[in-house]
């Protein structure tokens, strides 16, 4: 607080109000369309899609039917975007996993272990697996799942690049491999013991890239 002396008189100024900065127009509609991705990501993984009602997505959210029009234009969309948040996710486990790791190929096996191990939780698994090929059809989820091939794709040509893997066609290799990922991480999710599926599809796999990596 300052103070000005005028001759006798002593005033003190008003001292300043700090006023917390309001969200501007973004911030606001990106928190609203976070809080139903968010509400939509919950009650998916829970009930699954077909029991999942867009009424109890506001709710949950805590905005209106409106607002979520203003951000989706149905169910079907909502649904895209929680499997893109989804895939996003599993491609940082993945890439996380890679990257602690030095050598390349080592990288490559617990990349793709870490994706096995991320698919054990049930609610990706009743997101990513069960429900969305259902819901997106073959060829939304093949263009949803791009990102996650050519992660594949990369760290194959790293693996070449280190000589650990002996170079050839990369684009087929990865599809066999990512539709072998994808499959086994799909058995695991139906199976009725799926700690022990997951333990045995491991030990394969890791045979399976132990023969690779031996081929000339």
């Known amino acids: 607080m300052t103070r000005r002396v005028l001759g006798r008189r002593t005033e003190r100024s008003k001292a300043p109000v700090f006023c917390p900065e309001l969200p501007t127009q973004s911030e606001r509609t990106a928190a609203t369309r976070g809080a139903l991705l968010d509400a939509a990501r919950e009650l998916f993984a829970l009930d699954g899609y077909a029991a999942t009602s867009l009424d109890a997505v506001v709710a949950r959210a805590a ?9 989706f234009s149905g169910k079907p969309q909502i649904f895209r975007a929680v499997f893109d948040r989804e895939q996003q996710r599993l491609a940082r486990t993945v890439a996380e996993a890679y990257t602690r790791r ?43 799942e791009s990102s996650s091939m050519r992660l594949l794709e990369e760290g194959l040509r790293a693996a070449m690049a280190s000589g650990r893997l002996a170079r050839r066609p990369v684009e087929p290799l ?6 072998a990922l994808c499959e086994a991480a799909l058995s695991i999710a139906r199976a009725e013991n799926q700690r022990a599926a997951h333990r045995k599809t491991v030990a394969e796999l890791q045979r399976l890239l132990d023969a690779l990596a031996a081929a000339p």
């Open 63 to 71: 905005v209106t039917k409106g607002a979520l029009y203003h951000h």
């Open 102 to 144: 030095r050598d390349p190929w080592d990288g490559f096996n617990a990349g793709c272990r870490a994706f096995l191990e991320a698919s054990l939780d049930p609610q990706v698994q009743r997101i990513t697996m069960l429900d969305a090929p259902g819901v997106l059809g073959f060829a939304t989820l093949r263009e949803a």
């Open 174 to 179: 990865a599809v066999m491999l990512f539709g």
